[in-house]
């Protein structure tokens, strides 16, 4: 999939020194956050949280943080109502099944662990509710064993522990468990406590859409539409991002409106994407607004209105959505849709940036290098300016390179500046391209070679062709 080219500047920019230059037509610096053309459109094939593992039962059973998706559905989620907890008469049922775990029963156990995470019956006590999950799981018993994995993989109500959290969910997913089998392949997607293997996860994705999992099918097709070569299959990837939609999926609802806003896979359809958005909102999945936001913004599908989509977007940067957070900053930055305030620009950049979003990163780097916002600090600029540019940001990258060749923030280095600059120049960027071979006049034939070689392993390392800079960074899996 290629960029979006939704450009807010059209006419000539000219790099100048010092930082920033400016586009006469609107005077909007080029050095922001604003990608050149190319707004936070996002593809996420997980919920809001995207470090979260989904549990078999509720999300809070073991401290983690509430995710927008909805739980994946189990016998013990909430209790049935054949189940010694359930019923009128809680507490006595409640003292039965724990009689019943006492004894040694590992459904009993893992039943008392849900009642505890639940509140059923008895005071919520997320460390019992562990306590008698680790017990059923010491038993083989599939659920307990992938809620003690998750526990362990992700540190949430113990601390991390890898390797055991592993062991537990490698053997509820080999007990078939399609739950284990998701979170599994989840953690070999973000390469949390297993090295990062998206071939392994398809493997394990595919296995739980045979039980037609829905969000197994959303990351399995989002595998096939933007993993590795060798698992690029774009009509299979279309096909279960629509299964998963049918079964009304948020995550694959917010997916199928980005794919239909991009028209590269789908055809390109605004008013579809809204409606999927506007679902996705209805359903409790409040990244959805920035979708909603993104249409308004460039008056795809609806006018144009960019009151209208900072209203959006805050909606799901007050959720903690970073990209939103991003959008802000920039929006504050300009002025477009609220007033220009310098200071809330750089308070939206730096909640982005800390979560690690490089759109917020470079927004920072900006903020400190021109001092709007902040005090100017060209050093934590030039930081700011290399953190996004090591994931991807185009802009980022020219900033970087700037940085190097000026030698304002860091030491004057033509051969890496050379390297960012055209790292930025081939996913489009025609001011880095300008700047790169500006900067080639007076370089030596043997920094040059430096220069591209230092290109050429940084794209390895990241993985990364030339097809693949044709992608916004930030519509890759993270």
Partial sequence: MTQIDTPRCTCSQVPVSPLPSVCACDGRSRFSSRRDGVRTQRLYKRTASHSIVILLCLTAAVGVGQTSRPVLSADADPLPPNSPVAGTDEFAQFTVLEQKADAGDSEAQYQLGVAYATGQGVKVDHGEALKWWKRAADQGHAKAQNQVGVAYALGRGISQACTEGIQFLRAAAEQDLAAAQFNLARLYEQGTCVERNELEAAGLLRKAVEHGLAAAENDLGMLYLQGPDSLRDSNAGVRLIEMAVQKRDTAAEYNLAWLSVMGKVVPQDYARALQYFQTAVAQGYPDAYHGIGYLYDTGKGVPKNHKEAAENYLKAAENGFAPSQSELGLMYLSGDGVPQDYDKSAEWFRKAAEQGDPHGENGMGHAYFLGKGVKRDVRQAAEWFRKAAELGDPIAQANLGHVLESGQGASV??????????????????????????????????????????????????????????????????
Avoid: C, F, V
């Avoid at 960027?429 to 034939?445: F, G, V």
């Fill in 413 to 478: 280095d033509y051969t890496e500046a050379y390297k960012w600059y055209r790292l930025s120049g081939e996913q489009g960027n025609a001011d880095a391209n300008r700047a790169m071979n500006e900067l080639a006049k007076i370089m030596t034939p043997k920094q040059l070679k430096e220069g591209l070689n230092q290109m050429k392993m940084w794209l390895q390392q990241h993985r990364r062709t030339k097809a693949d800079l044709t992608l916004n960074s930030t519509e890759r899996l993270h």
